[in-house]
């Protein structure tokens, strides 16, 4: 490639392409107008000798050329941007602003509630917005400004999002303090004989990604009852001879409260991660918020 061609301004509209994978959304996003943009397109194509993004099903696909692209593209002009940047121009304890996050009650109990008591003392006029988790929702929420930031498992379909890993979450089954059979959820066969309640976030179903690996074993367990949310399933099972599945972090403080059982055979887990567009990236409060939440969660 001849470097005397590529023209900084052309990179940045590069990224901005793969980002938003529209021309008008980009064009907005770069305060250009489409033709500007699309011309500039056509340059890129040119100088990479690829046609960088072509007509899919949903807008514009990104080709194996571009792919390769987007991430040393974007480490290269976060380190521009860096360097042209001063960091000392956010100071959170007089900073006012609004942070809208996207995440289910799990996540707001275990991850967003520690995050605003921190932030009474460190940022006091920082104001948290907690917006419900939807996930066909997600691209445009962030994209559009209805949301900052989401908390939540990333999808593969949406790698031309930003994300920072939080941690892995697994499960440990409850019960009642002396439910005389808790540990025989040690095994598939005892497990399945456990009256039990699920959750199922859309609502109604009562069947989950653990029924199917029982299944291929064999075995099916007995479900009484689906909740909507696992922040109601402790006082469920405290009161009841049913048990549950619940992820581990949501007990960490309660363990107490409950009879708990690992459950060795079960491999199901979830990655919980940050998630955020391309347009708060270099905002120093916004960056200042995800530094804050990924640290709470290394400490505890």
């Given at each position: ?24 959304r ?9 033709p500007?943009?699309?011309a ?6 040119d ?81 948290v ?39 892995e ?24 004989r456990l ?49 549950a ?56």
């Amino acid at each position: 490639m001849d470097m005397k061609r590529v023209d900084l301004n052309l990179l940045v509209s590069l990224e901005a392409l793969l980002v938003e994978r529209n021309v008008t959304r980009a064009a907005a996003r770069l305060h250009m107008s489409q033709p500007a943009l699309s011309a500039q397109l056509n340059r890129l194509r040119d100088l990479f000798k690829d046609s960088l993004l072509v007509p899919g099903h949903r807008g514009m696909v990104p080709t194996a050329k571009a792919l390769e692209l987007i991430e040393p593209l974007r480490a290269s002009l976060d380190q521009l941007r860096g360097t042209l940047q001063g960091h000392d121009s956010f100071s959170p304890a007089t900073a006012e602003l609004t942070i809208s996050i996207a995440c289910t009650d799990y996540v707001e109990a275990v991850v967003v509630a520690p995050l605003m008591i921190s932030l009474r003392e460190k940022a006091p006029n920082i104001r948290v917005a907690v917006h419900r988790f939807t996930p066909a929702k997600l691209v445009r929420q962030l994209s559009d400004g209805d949301i900052d930031l989401a908390i939540a498992t990333p999808d593969s379909n949406q790698a031309h999002l930003r994300t920072r890993h939080l941690f892995e979450e697994s499960y440990i089954l409850i019960g009642r303090l002396g439910h005389p059979r808790i540990t025989e959820g040690a095994t598939q066969s005892g497990f399945a004989r456990l009256d039990q309640v699920v959750v199922s976030p859309s609502g109604g179903g009562f069947s989950t990604p653990v029924d199917a690996a029982l299944e291929r074993n064999g075995y099916s367990r007995n479900v009484v009852a689906s909740a909507a949310s696992f922040l109601v399933v402790p006082g469920i099972v405290t009161r009841s001879d049913l048990v549950a599945l619940v992820p581990r972090r949501l007990m960490r403080n309660r363990l107490a409260e409950v009879a708990w059982a690992d459950i060795p055979w079960l491999q199901e887990r979830f990655q919980v991660e940050l998630i955020w567009h391309e347009r708060t990236h270099a905002h120093h409060g916004q960056q200042w918020i995800r530094e804050q939440i990924h640290d709470l969660m290394v400490a505890t």
